[in-house]
């Protein structure tokens, strides 16, 4: 490696949990700060080094104008953009606002709503700029950030595997939740990457990896529906961290617009 | 070999287990855990799932309470024996950069011997399989040959089937006549307790050897296989497995892959808990300074898409196309390949399919006539 790989890391609306993936990697940040050239970090430090950047990396989603301005100037300035964690990836929690009216939120939480500049939506960044990388979960493996940082500096596709949660699940030795005991879970459309951590303790998955690559919906809502999950339960478990995301958020549309059967038995 | 058959009482497990570990195995057996019974070391019978058993349908299984206090009352669990044979997640090799070049540092399989406690006759027929795929012909895998090959074998015969079990079609149980190191068949009832023993390996006699057992009749071996064909003649589950591979490989554009493709989720979890298939994914973990490098290989499955993705595309984009080559390889492809259908009709992958698919339901209606 003759050049270090020049990287920014850039925030959004967002809790700043994925960001700090990176600074918990503790024992590989030297191995990192060898490899790379942390050009743009402010959650790590306060100098900024101007662009443009070989690699940045980007966590919250785009809620204000000023905001889908600032993505474009980054994606002009960056040769390499990849997107981390629900927020920047499909939107984020904060997306539940897509599914109301943002002018009752802000009348209901600011004490003067005028001062108040944003989108009515909370969205990815994909839906404003190119991404070429888009690493899921909520918060994202820092395991597989690393991966994502190696991958630039080799000059090579990312190794992220996008099948279902359930392969971790077996993989790990853990009993099915949702046929040992019942319960809803949404590991069989959720990405993998968490490393199955609520059916390891016995909950069903929550679906904060959000969507798996080929995310059969109306098959798992069949299924919850036989197991005895109403449709407002079925339509609920898939209302958060990735509520944006498409696969989830037209399979709520067909429940709540009722087009999903009650229970095919 | 000789077919020795001998009579032991109701200490039997536990005088097994330290026979062997005296022996330096490690023992691996059932034992209940987290709503299941599951794999895992075993120090003495209580660790064994006594007095309970599986309440298995599709999509479903939950543990019960038996009548009795027998230790192998139950039938398989959502883990199979390739667990330890083939694990999930195996390192085949580091390597470090050394000057211009890289050193190869095999991975050397740990010393230790494995005994495997409670290996139903259709996980010993898995094994079998597993056994053609991986040391097989020329291609030998080194990490598998090893721990199978020192492998000790006690197969325990069932007495009863769970619902989904079809090992009566498959011709693979519920009894095994070889293949085995010691069999047990677990006798209960009218204040008896009992089991019988037999041997099917030097290595099993020679273990036997100091439990100083007494032989059994002849007729208590006749009543066993009686018992055995009996309840392989009353599972409800069946295969008809006739004529099978050419009726699947004339219907490939049947109506009914579309129907099941519905319901499927393409979860893997079918594959991953099937007690003979095989796949997997290789994958080299470099450390970021390029010095070091691991190349691992893990469980991976035909219904993940990213495993028939080749340079330019997926060859099987839809869940259609991935559960076809699953149903379509195990019933015909591995009679071409192995010479072995791929199923031994455990039922694992009908009970842990998070969508109840019943794969005997789902070649029933493929092999039917095309109606539409
Ligand atoms: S617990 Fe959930 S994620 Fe795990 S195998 Fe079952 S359905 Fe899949
Ligand atoms: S399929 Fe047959 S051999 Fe296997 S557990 Fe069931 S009864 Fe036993
Ligand atoms: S296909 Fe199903 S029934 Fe057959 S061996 Fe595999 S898991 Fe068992
Ligand atoms: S058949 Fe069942 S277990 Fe297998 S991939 Fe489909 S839904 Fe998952």
Known sequence: MSKKLKVAVWKFASCDGCQLSLLDCEDELLAVADAIEIAYFLEATRATVAGPYDLSIVEGSVTTPHDAQRIVEIRKQSRSLVTIGACATSGGIQALKNFGEVGDFIRTVYASPEFIDTLTTSDPISKHVKVDFELQGCPINKLQLLELVLSAVQGRAPRIPHHSLCVECKRKGVTCTMVARGDTCLGPVTHAGCGALCPSYDRGCFGCYGPMDTPNMAALDHRLADLGASARDRERAFASFYVNAKAYREHRELVTSGKVPESKS | ?372
Not at chain 2, 102 to 124: M, S, T, Y
Not at chain 2, 254 to 276: D, F, Q, Y
Request: net charge negative; aromatic share 8%.
């Open chain 2, 1 to 372: 070999m000789s077919h020795d058959v001998f009579k032991a009482d109701s200490k039997l497990p536990d005088r097994l287990l330290v026979a062997l570990r005296e022996q330096g195995y490690t023992t691996i057996g059932p034992t209940a855990r987290d709503g299941a019974i599951v794999l895992d070391e075993i120090h003495a019978s209580a660790d064994l799932p006594v007095g309970l058993r599986e309440d298995q349908e599709a999509g479903h299984y939950r543990l019960q309470a038996r009548r009795d206090e027998a230790v192998f009352g139950h039938t398989v669990g959502p883990q199979s024996w390739k667990r330890y044979l083939f694990p999930p997640n195996h390192r085949l090799w580091a390597a470090k950069r050394s000057g211009g070049s890289f050193e190869i540092k095999p991975q050397h399989e740990a010393d230790h011997r494995l005994a495997f406690i409670g290996v139903r006759p259709c996980e010993l027929a898995a094994l079998e399989i597993q056994d053609r795929v991986f040391f097989g012909e020329e291609h030998v895998d080194p990490h598998y040959a090893a721990l199978r090959t020192r492998a000790f074998i006690v197969t325990v015969n069932c007495a009863e089937a769970a619902p989904t079990c079809f090992c009566g079609s498959m011709g693979t149980g519920p009894r095994a006549e070889d293949g085995y190191d010691l069999a047990l068949t677990e006798i209960l009832g009218r204040g008896r307790h009992e089991f019988l023993v037999e041997v099917g390996s030097e290595r099993g006699a020679t273990l036997l050897e100091a439990l100083e057992l007494k032989p059994a009749g002849k007729d208590a071996l006749e009543a066993a296989r009686k018992k055995a064909a009996e309840l392989a003649g009353s599972m409800t589950r069946r295969v008809e497995t006739d004529g099978l591979a050419e009726a699947l490989m004339a219907n490939l554009e049947h109506p009914h892959w579309a129907k099941t493709a519905e319901r499927c989720l393409a979860c893997a979890n079918c594959t991953m808990v099937c007690p003979t298939c095989f796949c997997s994914t290789v994958e080299d973990v470099a450390d970021l300074s390029g010095d070091h490098d691991e190349r691992w290989r893990r469980w991976d499955s035909c219904f993940n898409s990213q495993h028939s993705y080749v340079h330019g595309g997926n060859m099987r984009p839809t869940i259609r196309s991935r559960y076809r080559q699953w149903l379509t390889h195990k019933f015909a492809g591995w009679i071409d390949q192995f010479g072995t259908s791929g199923c031994v009709g455990c039922g694992r992958c009908i009970t842990w399919c998070p969508a109840a698919i019943d794969l005997t339901e789902e070649l029933a209606a493929l092999r039917g006539a095309v109606t539409t």
